[in-house]
């Protein structure tokens, strides 16, 4: 468990880093595919500003009902998300990003409020939770949406920082109680990340060790590693990476890593 000055500092570093790559896009970054089906770059920044905004206390558009292509929605939570987008998608730039800075400035005041990561704090679902558990959700998920803008503008960066660490270390973690439930075979899986080598590890699959030779080591940057945790649709194939040992392992383990719903 995270502390909460951790958790505060991790908050802002990608309320900062997010909020000045935005400002930054112009009208073609805008409306750039990403590796969210179904959502483009305005689509995505809406995502941020609108759950920022319901935690910061703004109502849920209860009587919002979605038009257009939704196959891309496919359960009760991804509706939920998909109409908060959807009530800003005739939004301009401007519009959606001036919504992005005064959210993020009244959940800055909200969590400078608070003393304790065992209080609680707002759901975006309504009611409240341990901001233990929902401050690292929201760390993950904000973190997971910029990497997605800045992959689809091609501004690669932040892949240091309070934000990503915190990331990484729960995506290892959750690969590795994950994996072995998912993939019925042997093998020691080990995820190296080339631009912090650090925080490199290893799965152990069916009982295998995790301490031992690895079956397979798959080199990621930061970048790489969090769209294949995220499960996005753009994150990279074993084929497009210098996978050593098992190429056929790798080719099952990274489509079977998506932590994210």
Known sequence: MQDLAT????????????????????????HRPTGCPGWDVADQVAHVASLEALLAGDPYPDDHALAGDTAHVRDDVGRFMEVLVDVRRGRSREEVVAELEGAVARRRSQL???????????????????LYRS???????????????????????????PAPAIVVERFAKGLAAVLPTKLGRPGV??????????????VALDGA????DPTVRIPVTVEQFVAIGAGRADAPRATALDVEG???????????CGLTP
Do not use: C, K, M, N
């Open 189 to 202: 899986v080990r995820f190296e990340l080339t631009d912090d080598p650090a925080r490199s590890f290893q």
């Open 135 to 161: 401050l690292p959700i929201r760390v993950v998920d904000l973190y997971a949406h910029e990497q997605d803008v800045r992959r689809a503008v091609g501004r690669s960066g932040h892949t240091s920082g």
């Open 209 to 212: 060790d995790a301490e031992g």
């Open 112 to 130: 400078a409020a608070h003393t304790d990561v065992a209080e609680d704090g707002p759901s975006f679902r309504g009611g409240t939770e341990p």
């Open 7 to 30: 958790l505060v500092r991790a908050h802002e570093d990608i309320y900062r880093s997010f909020t000045e790559l935005v400002r930054d896009l112009d009208d073609a970054d805008w």
């Open 246 to 256: 098992d190429g056929a392992l790798a080719a099952i383990v990274l489509p079977a």
